[in-house]
């Protein structure tokens, strides 16, 4: 599959997922959706302490194909200065929903990384974006890219599935093993998290407490990761 036929199906199959299309059981206020958002929220938190450290108001982010940039939303809310953040996106209306709900001062970039500076960020993110890439190639390419703009010393965040969906063709799981071919350093950390998304909309009834107990309990039953490697200061 060539680079444009792969980009043309990403644009294809995720933009119906975008503003007034989202698919009811993603809407915000469902309790599924509200514990999903306070996990990957905590393990944020900790992850970027103990590497970027505390402060967040030097850190320069990219985050990439930022769709409605609740990332940097939240790097915002934590400290993180509104003109040291760049979102990226190759979709034109992702990039105008980010800006219309960003804070002023937030970077834009439409297009592809290879337009952005080398060793220009401190750390560069990519949530739910190689999952949504089948193609080997592309998901190479597209680590390379991210290294690149990575100043030595910086870090990247990747969130992502950790399994496959035999009901979704469309997304692909990303592998640990994968990463570290991607970007082989000593300096990593690996924290799965997420009750698996059918199992929690099974459970979204019970107490919170409930769910959250059973993805402490059983690893196995996490969906999701976050992943952050070191590039050699």
């Avoid at 989202?22 to 393990?43: D, G, Y």
């Avoid at 990226?88 to 970039?109: F, I, K, M, N």
């Amino acid at each position: 599959m060539s680079d444009q036929a792969e980009q043309e199906r990403i644009n294809r199959v995720h933009r119906p997922s975008h503003g007034a299309a989202t698919l009811a059981r993603h809407a915000w206020h469902r309790p599924e959706i509200l514990s999903q958002a306070a996990a990957r929220s905590r393990v944020l938190a900790r992850l970027l302490a103990c590497t970027a450290g505390p402060d967040l108001s030097a850190l320069r982010v990219l985050d990439v194909a930022c769709g409605g940039s609740g990332f940097l939303r939240q790097l915002i809310d934590w400290g993180a200065t509104p003109a040291h953040l760049t979102g990226s996106e190759l979709q034109q209306d992702r990039l105008e929903h980010a800006r219309l709900h960003t804070a002023p001062g937030v970077r834009w970039h439409l297009g592809q990384l290879d337009a952005l500076p080398k060793d220009s960020v401190d750390l560069v993110s990519a949530h739910a974006v190689f999952s949504a890439i089948l193609d080997n190639a592309l998901r190479r390419r597209l680590a390379d890219e991210m290294w690149r703009v990575l100043k030595p010393g910086g870090w990247t965040m990747i969130f992502d599935v950790r399994y496959g969906n035999p009901r979704n063709g469309s997304v692909r799981k990303v592998s640990e093993v994968e990463l570290l071919s991607f970007w082989p350093t000593d300096e990593r950390h690996y924290r799965t998290l997420i009750l698996a998304p059918p199992l929690g909309r099974a459970l979204s009834g019970l107490p919170c407490m409930l769910p959250e107990l059973l993805a402490a309990l059983l690893p196995p039953l996490r969906s999701h990761f976050i992943y952050m490697a070191r590039k050699e200061p």
